[in-house]
């Protein structure tokens, strides 16, 4: 099977990552811009919960059988087809506060349609990276896509903040539908590489195929006992900081009695951080092991968490510089852990792994939140973050101790890659 990239795999690589870029910009401006009017409108922690919830359920419950299709199907069209699919439900959602008959229901249902969208897109690109670039620049790749991450993390939110004074809610919605026919005109006019297998396999003949190739990305990842025990860290990881991260709206609000400029200017920090972090992962590259990269790196955010935790009413600038260190953070979690997926997951089945990878870890997502919600009302969203940076510190320092944890990429402590009929 082919992992060669193609000659000039940069022109073609990076003309699709700055369509993307301009994808990201506008999804980072709606999602900004929608959770500040469910806050404002409702000043919930169960409302805001029930929106993550919502957002949260493709991911979990649809991934792993998106991930087989996106295996049998062209990954390019998947795209273009996502992205077209999101602008479509953005529009509704933009005739409804349009018409003035916006209910919070709508926006429920209009962001578990982009999360599905999303859902289909983004294994596509990860999977779709791998062939495009050489696998020595693979690391560098998850460093400039944390950076470009944050850049937008930054961009969206201020836009956001200003736009909300001189905009109505229908005109910042109509920015991610401009954005997203941004980013589909590149995939137009470029070929992406795709699997040898996908021109031998049929489209889907049912079911059966369906359940069979969901079956062979589990039984891939169950030869991987490193990769299971880093996927039990993520999911405890992601049930206690989702939660924290959700309602950092009302922290603002209700805690810092402070307005939507201020929670622009966390989240942009959170983003700077995520931007040097991008770039000191793309220039150092991580530790030998890249293990090692994620273990410091969860010791790091639970440093950051407990600063956030740690902040008096008057001292906003804690919580501020808390947040960016965590989000300098993000990408020395994050970064090594995609990297060695795409290095070491054949690409014909790297869409079910990416996808499985991603349901597992956040499936206890939807249900912390449905905890965190009556439990920060009672502890106070400060009590919970705290509760989040002992539980990440722990686990950092545990991380350390699990031999097939640490030898992770190790031959011996993991099986050779699996064929197709291996599996079936």
């Known amino acids: 099977m082919n992992r060669s990239p193609v000659a000039g795999w940069k022109k073609t690589f990076f003309i699709i990552w700055f369509g993307q870029a301009f994808s990201l910009f506008g999804s980072e401006l709606v999602q900004f811009a929608l959770v500040w009017y469910l806050t404002k409108q409702t000043g919930s922690a169960s409302v805001l919960a029930m929106a993550s919830f919502v957002a949260l359920l493709p991911k ?6 998106i991930g087989a299709l996106i295996d049998r199907w062209n990954r390019q069209r998947v795209m273009i087809f996502a992205d077209l699919a999101i602008a479509c439900f953005t529009l509704i959602l933009v005739l409804v506060f349009w018409l003035g008959e916006v209910q919070i229901w709508h926006i429920y249902a209009i962001m578990f349609m982009r999360a599905l969208g999303s859902s289909f897109h983004w294994p596509s690109m990860q999977a779709s990276t791998s062939l495009m ?15 470009l991450q944050g850049a937008m ?36 006019f470029v070929t992406i590489p795709q699997p040898v297998q996908i021109s031998d396999q049929p489209i889907l003949s049912g079911a059966r195929d369906l359940l069979r190739d969901v079956k062979q990305g589990f039984q891939y990842l169950s030869h991987w006992k490193g990769m299971l025990y880093l996927i039990a860290i993520a999911t405890i990881l992601n049930f ?14 209700d805690y810092f009695n402070l307005g939507a400029f201020e929670l622009s ?51 906003f600038y804690l919580a501020v510089v808390g947040m960016s260190i965590s989000g300098f953070m993000m990408p020395i979690v994050n970064g090594p852990f995609y990297a060695v997926l795409q290095t070491h997951v054949e690409p014909d089945i790297q869409g079910r792994v ?35 940076a002992a539980g990440c510190f722990l686990i950092g320092a545990s991380g350390f101790f699990i031999p097939d944890l640490i030898n992770l990429e190790d031959s011996q402590y993991r099986s050779e890659k699996l064929s197709h009929q291996d599996l079936g």
């Open 60 to 65: 979990v419950f649809l991934s792993p059988f």
């Open 133 to 147: 670039v050489p696998k020595e620049k693979l690391s560098s790749i998850s460093g400039w896509n944390q950076t």
């Open 153 to 188: 993390g930054i961009l969206a939110p201020m836009a956001a903040a200003l736009l909300l004074d001189v905009l109505p809610m229908q005109g910042i919605l109509a920015i991610d539908i401009i954005t997203a026919f941004i980013a589909i005109t590149p995939l137009l």
């Open 240 to 253: 206690l900081l989702n939660p924290g991260y959700t309602f950092t709206p009302l922290l603002v609000k």
């Open 265 to 315: 200017l966390i989240e942009a920090m959170f983003s700077i951080g995520m931007i040097a972090g991008g770039l000191v992962l793309g220039a150092w590259g991580g530790f030998k092991k890249k293990i090692l990269t994620i273990l410091v790196g969860i010791l790091g955010v639970a440093f950051s968490t407990a600063l956030i935790a740690a902040a008096g009413v008057n001292q």
């Open 354 to 388: 990416f996808t499985l990878v991603s349901s597992l870890a956040t499936g206890m997502m939807p249900i912390s939140m449905l905890v965190a919600a009556p439990v920060a009302e009672w502890i106070g969203i400060r009590g919970w973050l705290a509760l989040a």
